[in-house]
């Protein structure tokens, strides 16, 4: 199975802040790569699949980004409702697995 | 688009559960759908897959032999038959759509979701 890793852990972060969130996995691949967004006591939501395709919809600060096998994503300009835990996915092989998350919080 | 679970419940370790998803708003039969669990507190985990006319059908490691996805299209509703399950089984269980919209392919990133049923296993 594809492990997948993701940095930081957490972070805290104020409104406006640039954030960016890594995801690596335990074997390279193309860009399969997908990324959720998941706020308390919700079902998570796509925002990007393909590495950078972002949803219909999605706020275009948020971007993705592949650079070898590290896989980015970045808001550009946090806003409040953006604070929540981030989840990579990768989609190459099954089983279809998922990063341990990356949850920002408030500064 | 409209996915609902049901049939989460409290089960002892070794018993059965079926979950249901009833879908709507969309044509049911023309997507690959996909399980995903969530342990309390935890991180997303996918569970499984099947395929738009349910011939394929894909599981992780921990439920194979123990768990069966399966789709009725003609009720546009989706289950997961669980079986001999165990502590760690405990979870809420999303049922999601495939974001590709197209015949035997299951692409993997899921743009739809449930609200999810919660199973625990106590004794």
């Known amino acids: 199975d594809i492990r997948m890793t993701q940095s930081p852990t957490s972070l805290s972060a104020s409104v406006g802040d640039r954030v960016t969130i890594t995801c690596r996995a335990s074997?390279?691949?193309?860009?399969?790569l997908n990324w959720y967004q998941q706020k308390v006591g919700m079902a998570p939501k796509l925002l990007i699949y393909?590495?950078?395709t972002s949803l219909s919809g999605v706020p275009s600060r948020f971007s993705g980004t592949v650079s070898g096998t590290d896989f980015t994503l970045t808001i550009s300009s946090l806003e409040p409702e953006d604070f929540a835990t981030y989840f990579c996915?990768?989609?190459?092989?099954?089983?279809?697995?998922f990063g341990p998350g990356t949850t920002v919080d408030v500064k | 688009v409209q996915l609902v679970e049901s049939g989460g419940d409290v089960v002892q370790p070794g018993k059965s559960l079926r979950l249901s998803c009833a879908a709507s708003?969309?044509?049911?039969?023309?997507?690959?759908m996909h399980w995903v669990r969530q342990a309390p507190g935890k991180g997303l985990e996918w569970v499984a897959a099947?395929?738009?006319?349910?011939?394929?059908?894909f599981y992780t490691d921990s439920v194979k032999g123990r768990f069966t996805i399966s789709r009725d299209n003609s009720k546009n509703t989706l289950y997961l038959q669980m079986n001999s399950l165990r502590v760690e089984d405990r979870a809420i269980y999303y049922c999601?759509?495939?974001?590709?919209?197209?015949?035997?392919?299951?692409?993997?990133?899921?743009?739809?979701w449930g609200q999810g049923s919660l199973v625990t296993v106590s004794s």
């Open positions: 999601a759509r495939d974001l590709t919209l197209a015949r035997g392919v299951i692409s993997g990133p899921v743009d739809y």
């Open positions: 708003g969309f044509t049911f039969s023309n997507y690959a």
């Open positions: 099947i395929y738009d006319d349910g011939t394929h059908k």
């Open positions: 074997q390279s691949f193309s860009n399969c």
């Open positions: 393909a590495a950078s």
């Open positions: 996915q990768q989609s190459c092989t099954t089983p279809f697995t």
